[in-house]
């Protein structure tokens, strides 16, 4: 495993990877999100540990950079645990974020996770269409009616566990552990926002992701809005 690991303390640098190195992994490090940018334009990764705030170029500038050009997973890393900033986290495109001071057992255990989810929808090959709507899971594409829709590498990784699934009531908690690759602990209000997300970016087929009181979510590409 190739890991970027992006923080201005270089302590955490250091024990992080130590022990992606102890795993047999490598790993580059950047001290501010401009480092991490340019890393990134430079090799690939398996998957990048992002700080939030570093001077230069913060952690969620960076991100937003980098997903112009790659869908390298990454890990946000940050002091701050507030839910706004997590959500945001979610929405410009990070796969999962760890709240300071943290375990670097559980970073590593969320690492494999995000790489292991990561690689399973490279080798899937499958397209589905449902209408004007085509989830190409070999190109990691999705089109409404012919115009390609803008989805984070989250709400993607969504909408392909939902297709898989057509027709199967999904509870929040097992999205949460399918989709994020974790057991999730905390509040599992964000399924319901990154259903809102992925919801407005399908426009009118928003209607096949069913809401099931009290329960979670069911794709039906044969349910009519409500």
């Known amino acids: 495993m190739r890991v970027l690991i992006v923080d ?8 992080l990877k130590e022990y992606i190195e102890f795993e047999g992994g490598t790993a580059d490090e950047a001290a501010d999100g401009m480092e991490a940018v340019r890393a990134c334009r430079e090799k690939d990764y398996d998957v990048v540990l992002m700080d939030v705030m570093m001077p230069r170029l913060d952690g969620f500038s ?16 940050s002091a701050r645990g507030e839910e706004y900033d997590k959500l945001f ?15 670097p057992k559980e970073v590593m255990a969320r690492m494999h996770a995000v790489v292991k989810r990561a690689q399973g929808v490279r ?11 085509c989830v190409d899971r ?13 989805l984070t590498p989250k709400e993607y990784e969504l909408l392909f566990y939902f297709v898989e699934n057509e027709g199967i009531a999904l509870t929040r908690e097992q999205l949460l552990s399918k989709v994020w690759g974790y057991d999730f602990y905390g509040d599992d209000r964000t399924v319901d926002t990154h259903v809102k ?22 794709f039906d590409s044969k349910a009519e809005e409500n």
Not at 8 to 15: C, L, N, S, T, Y
Not at 93 to 103: E, Q, R
Not at 197 to 218: A, C, D, P, S
């Open 8 to 15: 201005d303390e270089e302590k955490i640098r250091a024990v």
């Open 62 to 77: 960076a991100v937003k950079e980098i997903r112009k050009f790659k869908d390298t997973p990454v890990i946000m890393l």
């Open 89 to 103: 986290g979610f929405e410009i495109g990070s796969d999962d974020y760890v709240t300071k001071p943290f375990s």
């Open 123 to 133: 080798e899937k090959k499958e397209r589905y269409e449902f209408g004007g709507l």
């Open 138 to 150: 070999s190109a990691r594409l999705v089109t409404v009616d012919g115009v390609r829709a803008e």
């Open 197 to 218: 997300m992925l919801r407005g970016n399908l426009k009118e087929y928003r209607k096949y992701i069913v809401t099931l009181r009290g329960l979670g979510y069911k």
